[in-house]
């Protein structure tokens, strides 16, 4: 079964960190683009990052640059996303998604992004 699982989210006070992870199994993540998506209650689903398969190449949403950093441990069959410096905007439900395509895209779409995370809460608050 084709199954992505994330971890690590939890409550966090502003300023602080976390590491979320994002593990693959009965695929390979390595010949996919990996994108981290967020959606708070009442939002629309956002982008946050992708990741393209050469581990080097990386997209961020103007609101997260700057504080967050995604990498990938192909070794691991893992994607990691790196969030410092959070604040209480940053509470959502965060997941990521695969694609088989080529390029990243900060775009939600099914059509892109063929199999999903069923997502892990982080909420920023004092």
């Known amino acids: 079964q084709l199954q992505l699982v994330e971890s690590g989210g939890g409550l966090v006070q502003p300023g602080g960190s976390l590491r979320l992870s994002c593990a693959a199994s009965g695929f390979t993540l390595d010949y996919y683009v990996i994108g981290w998506f967020r959606q708070a209650p009442g939002k629309e689903r956002e982008g946050v990052s992708c990741?393209?398969?050469?581990?080097?190449?990386?997209y961020y949403s103007v609101s997260v640059k700057g504080r967050f950093t995604i990498s990938r441990d192909n070794a691991k069959n893992t994607v990691y996303l790196q969030m410092n410096s959070l604040k209480p905007d940053d509470t959502a439900v965060y997941s990521c998604a695969a694609s088989p395509g080529i390029y990243c895209s900060l775009y939600a779409s099914s059509a892109t992004y063929h199999y999903w995370g069923q997502g892990t809460q982080v909420t920023v608050s004092s």
């Open positions: 990741i393209r398969r050469d581990g080097v190449t990386t």
